[in-house]
Nanobody
Framework: QVQITESGGGSVQAGGSLTLTCTTLELEFDNFAMTWFRQAPGKKREGVSCIEWNGVTKHYAEAVQGRFTTSRDNVKNTADLQMNALKPEDTGIYYC???????????????????WGQGTQVTVSS
């Protein structure tokens, strides 16, 4: 059974940094794009980033472009989300997910997700 687990969440002040790590088990990791989503309180879940199986093609939501960087390790079967210059509006539950493709944009990415993690809380205080 596929397992996806996020770690690295926590509380940080605005301007700070966090790195989230996504660890997978029983997933044919090389066959999937790895994505990050987030859900703020009272809001819909939104796509944050996506990295294709080859680690080359990446897409980011406009709100995090230039501040967040996603990467993957196809040997360790892990994916990371490096978050810099965090803002209070980045607060939310962050989910790692395995998708069949990144598409050409973050919009609609959720429709391509096949496996979800349970999420990790990120809180940014002002």
């Amino acid at each position: 059974q596929v397992q996806i687990t996020e770690s690295g969440g926590g509380s940080v002040q605005a301007g700070g940094s966090l790195t989230l790590t996504c660890t997978t088990l029983e997933l044919e990791f090389d066959n999937f794009a790895m994505t990050w989503f987030r859900q703020a309180p009272g809001k819909k879940r939104e796509g944050v980033s996506c990295i294709e199986w080859n680690g080359v093609t990446k897409h980011y939501a406009e709100a995090v472009q230039g501040r967040f960087t996603t990467s993957r390790d196809n040997v360790k079967n892990t994916a990371d989300l490096q978050m810099n210059a965090l803002k209070p509006e980045d607060t939310g539950i962050y989910y790692c997910a395995a998708a069949s493709t990144c598409l050409d944009t973050i919009q609609g990415l959720e429709n391509w997700v096949e496996h979800w993690g349970q999420g990790t809380q990120v809180t940014v205080s002002s």
